[in-house]
């Protein structure tokens, strides 16, 4: 294997480095993305009022999107909203930044046939066990899967949002993104410092 396929430096450096060196360095520069359910991010703090929290979880979730590669474009992008949940009343209230919309579909927490209707799901307060079956489903399809009420990420979506008093953040589920056909650019880590 061509140690330059991997992208790295010049060859002869990391040639001199050997196998283990390489699988060392690789290490290091993917640590922060290799933590999984470990908080990645930094909080996004917001202000204090009705309505705020709404606003920065329709923010943080355009983002997400904008950082989401699905094999076909669709537009609009489909996110189902799954059972009950706390802030997602504006989610759908502004488009991306390519032009095309957010159209939002509430569906029933045990309505697991609209999957293929769904480019995205946004799981709400419906218990791990549900959020772990919406996502085992969404498993090797073009579906992000983010979960509003699982901080430790237990129930397997992509991103776990994790809501504190004016503040949000999330965790990123490395091996869900990898299990599913979309692609996350890494930049996503950045969207806590630009928010």
């Known amino acids: 294997m061509g140690v330059s396929s991997w992208g790295f430096g010049p060859v002869t450096r990391i040639g001199r480095l050997g196998k283990r060196g390489l699988l060392c360095a690789l290490a290091l520069l993917l640590a922060p993305w290799l933590i999984g359910a470990a908080p990645g991010v930094n909080q996004i703090a917001y202000p204090a009022g009705p309505g705020r929290a709404d606003e920065a979880t329709e923010r943080l979730v355009r983002s997400i999107f904008e950082y989401t590669r699905w094999p076909s474009r669709s537009d609009p992008v489909r996110i189902c909203v799954v059972g009950p949940a706390h802030y997602a009343g504006r989610l759908g209230s502004n488009g991306l930044l390519d032009g095309r919309r957010i159209d939002v ?91």
């Open 105 to 195: 579909r509430a569906v029933d927490s045990d309505a697991y046939a609209v999957l293929p209707a769904c480019d995205a799901l946004y799981l709400g307060d419906i218990g791990v066990e549900k959020v772990r079956r919406w996502a085992a489903g969404a498993r090797g399809k073009p579906v992000v899967t983010i979960a509003e009420d699982d901080p430790p990420c237990t129930g397997e979506a992509m991103f776990c949002l994790i809501h504190r008093r004016n503040t949000l953040s999330f965790q990123l589920n490395v091996d869900a993104v990898a299990r599913s056909s979309v692609r996350i650019d890494p930049r996503v880590f950045r969207l806590s410092r630009e928010q």
